[in-house]
């Protein structure tokens, strides 16, 4: 019982963290456990319907290296998921633009960064404003891909559709759609049935 109600308050903290936040979801999203979420002025971040996110230890994906989801948006980063996605402990740090389609699983731990965060210049790293000028580009995870776990995703990949990254990979460019790859960095490993999911 006690459990039962824990649950129930941390789906309204996760709500009432979305509408701080000016994040616009659709209807039917489950969280279990509690995001961090910091949409920062000028940025965005849209999400929608039957969304399922799982946070921490303490629920239904206990595959070790748990955390709650991070959803950061900052400098004009604009963040869009689809429709019956579901992700566990998964970061998604956005300078300029992460996009995922609908019906998308993203696997315990997986991380999604549209920036290098920090300048190759030695002299603007030094500065303050290193994080603004570091290299940014958009990041699209296509509807019916599934992202293992462990798995690093970096600026300006394409996932394409009902694509399969094999866990703990590091993907640095762009998967076709239909395909399996693997590995650091990630690789094509194998042609899909195009009848699967199609």
């Not at 963040?79 to 566990?88: F, K, L, P, Q, T």
Request: charge should be positive; proline fraction near 3%.
């Amino acid at each position: 019982m006690k459990r039962r109600i824990w649950q129930a308050v941390q789906r309204l903290i996760t709500h009432l963290y979305f509408y701080l936040n000016g994040v616009h979801y659709g209807k039917g999203m489950r969280s279990y456990g509690v995001p961090v979420i910091d949409i920062m002025d000028g940025s965005q971040m849209v999400v929608g319907e039957s969304f399922v996110l799982i946070n921490g230890m303490n629920y239904n994906n206990r595959i070790g290296r748990q955390q709650p989801c991070f959803f950061i948006a900052n400098l004009g980063g604009k963040i869009r998921i689809g429709d019956h996605v579901g992700m566990s402990a998964t970061a998604l740090i956005c300078h300029e633009s992460i996009t995922i389609g609908n019906n998308v699983t993203i696997g315990g731990n997986t991380v999604i960064y549209d920036t290098d965060f920090h300048s190759l210049d030695a002299n603007q790293r030094a500065g303050y404003a290193d994080n603004a000028l570091a290299a940014t580009a958009p990041v699209r995870i296509e509807d019916g891909a599934f992202i293992g776990a462990h798995v690093t995703i970096l600026k300006g990949v394409t996932v394409g559709h009902h694509a399969v990254i094999g866990a703990g990979s590091v993907v640095t460019k762009s998967v076709p759609a239909n395909q399996i790859w693997a590995g650091n960095p990630a690789r094509f490993v194998k042609e899909l049935s195009t009848d699967a999911g199609s």
